[in-house]
């Protein structure tokens, strides 16, 4: 997945998550990193928003170039990632 923001842009991201099997389940928690490219530490991370089966976060990138928003969640005794590509022109 990737998303476009024009520099100073703040935005919200959200991911819905689904079963594949159609099982019903419950998105314990979830939290978020924003990574610049090249950079070994994120610029921003924190608690994301769960709306049901829907995961916000709202997010600033600091710059232009491309970033790495990791999503990382928790469903029963799982740990799940997602990745999303955030370009800033």
Do not use: N, W
Not at 16 to 42: M, Q, V, W
Not at 45 to 63: F, L, N, W, Y
Not at 71 to 83: F, H, N, V
Request: hydrophobic share 35%; with cysteine.
């Amino acid at each position: 997945m990737q998303v476009d923001f024009d520099f100073g842009e703040t935005r919200h991201v959200k991911i819905k998550i689904h079963s594949c099997k159609g099982d019903p389940f419950e998105i314990l928690s979830a939290s978020y990193s924003l990574t610049a490219k090249g950079c070994t530490e994120p610029e921003d991370s924190g608690a994301s928003v769960i709306q049901e089966h829907v995961i916000d976060q709202v997010i600033t990138p600091k710059r232009r170039g491309t970033y790495k928003l990791v999503i990382t969640y928790r469903i029963a005794d799982e740990t799940l990632i997602e990745k999303v590509e955030v370009r800033v022109m």
